[in-house]
């Protein structure tokens, strides 16, 4: 897949509205590599939105073999364990099922897509699972370097969404909460990083932010062939938004960090 084959697929998807689900049959054909894709919170892999992303992409390339990531089956289930779970062992079931693909398992690489959420756990995936080799990765809003706050209340003085909030990011750093919520595993306070870098259960530890690295992270995705990172300009749901595209905030200016100016870039924690 080229880059502007990429392109082009980000094109389709901004000026597309999602369809009743379309289920497509495609021959198999080795002239492309497979496409993955990981679907957000609060979605389920066979989704229309997601069956219209597979259609899109075969559009563009006949014979493409696509794969939507599961964690159960059971699509209501499945959109269930994308807010409850642990996402280490989810990277690890994931890692095992493609071994059982016979498409994924015999491919040299493959592309991966992941929206929100299922952008960092394909990355945790590429970083951590030997059999995974990625070739072009796209990640549309996805918390990269966390999320700072709950999903903004729609209305301002809806004060029982607020009183929600406020409860959950005081529970964030429980052991329970960390093993059970995925949003809360991708919680990053910058102005609170001590906390983060002692409990996070698992984005402090794909972003090799602790004082030990694993170098095999780096490696693996330094490998990446072409990332494309997509951010929403209204998004309501990664706050800050530019954390989509590896940004920080500063401590003491309060103002966002360029991805080109972190400590994670400078220092090379993740290649």
């Excluded at 992941?114 to 996805?142: A, D, H, K, M």
């Excluded at 966390?146 to 750093?173: A, S, T, Y």
Aim: with cysteine; aromatic share 12%; net charge negative.
């Amino acid at each position: 897949m080229q880059i502007s084959g990429l392109l082009g697929l980000q094109s389709v998807l901004f000026n597309s509205n999602y369809l009743e689900p379309i289920v497509t049959t495609t021959v198999k054909t080795n002239e492309y590599r497979p496409v993955v894709i990981w679907h957000g919170l609060g979605d389920n892999y066979n989704a229309s939105g997601i069956h219209k992303v597979q259609e899109l992409v075969s559009d563009l390339y006949p014979g493409i073999f696509t794969y939507s990531i599961y964690i159960d089956e059971d699509p209501s289930v499945d959109q269930q364990r994308s807010l409850f779970g642990d996402a280490n062992k989810q990277v690890d079931q994931v890692c095992q099922q493609f071994q059982e693909i016979p498409e994924l398992a015999s491919a040299e690489s493959i592309d991966a897509i992941g929206f929100s959420q299922g952008g960092v756990l394909l990355r945790g995936l590429i970083e951590r699972c030997p059999g995974v080799r990625v070739n072009n990765f796209i990640t549309f809003g996805s918390p990269h370097m966390g999320v700072m706050e709950m999903p903004l209340c729609k209305n301002d003085k809806d004060w029982i969404c607020k009183r929600r909030n406020q409860f959950l990011k005081r529970q964030v750093w429980y052991d329970n909460v960390q093993k059970a919520i995925l949003p809360a595993q991708y919680f990053r306070d910058p102005f609170n990083l001590d906390e983060y870098l002692e409990h996070s259960y698992f984005l402090a530890d794909i972003n090799n932010e602790r004082t030990t690295k694993n170098s095999t992270y780096s490696n693996r995705f330094a490998n990446i062939n072409k990332l494309l990172l997509v951010t929403f300009t209204k998004d309501t749901t990664v706050v800050p938004k530019e954390s989509a595209m590896f940004c920080d905030v500063d401590a003491n200016s309060k103002q966002t960090v360029p991805f080109d100016q972190t400590e994670l870039y400078l220092k090379d924690y993740i290649g």
